[in-house]
């Protein structure tokens, strides 16, 4: 747990020691902290499966958009403290249990070394399933590269193309740059996700990238999918996402307002233009608060109203 003492985990590289209770921008100290341990079946559909994903959604973010409709945890910290140990024994009893088809660790890059350990603990427990990373993207090399033998699906965000986009809604204008470099290795580790939006096997090994469109944002959009397509080819799979929702009030004015079914499609039209074959999407519904099912509450014992087993 050496890291925490400097902490440099992500590319903000606070250095603060917060094994003396020190805060970075994550808002943690190397307590670690987490607000809900659960089988999800809200995830894409080779991840989530029949059984579900077994999510573990970490307290604190090295990004805190503002957008965050995870923000009671991002941001104002909600959460318990647990020990590696007793993470590792929910997950367990999970498996056991309920038959869930991979730990998928939420926002976990601020407590990556106690990632490695859960992952080690479980090992040792003989639960085998896969490791999923589910990031903002925004991770430095040399930490993905630590988790080359602790991990074996990436679900990286690529959330902008344009920097300063990223510096209003993230206070991170090297996004765009960092979070392309953290895919590549991510692809050079372990290749692309190994099931299909056609046949939608449980995945197993693999790359998927997320991309939420935001209101008012079209072009960020076209620019971010044009980047992936140039760097990575036709066959990266990519999850294309619409539930937005203006959960706190911006200053941003186009962004407290949903997103509309105009901006989703163009986006859409845009990717298949491109010729991506391996496209997750989640169509808009007419309804539109139909999608807020899967829009938590962590101050429930169960934060997600919709998260039931898919028959």
Known sequence: ???????????????????????????????????????????????????????????????????????????????????????????????????????????????LPHTIEIVTLLRQKRVTIPILYNTSGYMNVEAVRRLQEYADIFMPDYKYADAELAHALSRCRDYPAVALSAIGEMVRQKGFLDSSAGRREIARRGVLVRHLVLPGQEQNSIDALSIL??????????????????????????????????????????????GFRNLFVQHMTADHEAGDDFIPDFKRERPFKGNVRKR
């Open 229 to 274: 397509y140039g760097e990575f080819g036709p066959k990266l799979p990519i999850s294309l996402m619409s539930q937005y929702r203006p959960l706190r009030m911006l200053k941003l004015a186009e962004m407290n307002r949903p997103l509309r079914s105009e901006e989703f499609y163009r986006v859409y039209e845009h990717a298949l233009a491109l």
């Open 1 to 111: 747990m050496q890291d925490y003492e400097h902490c440099t985990l992500c590319p903000r590289n606070c250095a603060v020691n917060r094994l003396q209770g020190k805060k970075g921008f994550c808002g943690e100290t190397a307590e670690l902290r987490i607000a809900s341990i659960e089988a999800h079946f809200g995830e894409e559909p080779p991840i989530s499966g029949t059984n579900g994903s077994g999510t573990v959604f970490f307290s604190g973010c090295a990004m805190r958009c503002v957008f965050c409709q995870n923000y009671q945890i991002s941001c104002f910290h909600v959460g318990k403290s647990f020990t590696s140990s007793q993470v590792a024994e929910r997950l367990q009893q999970l498996h056991a249990t309920q038959g869930i088809h991979n730990v998928n660790f939420v926002t976990p890059d601020h407590f």
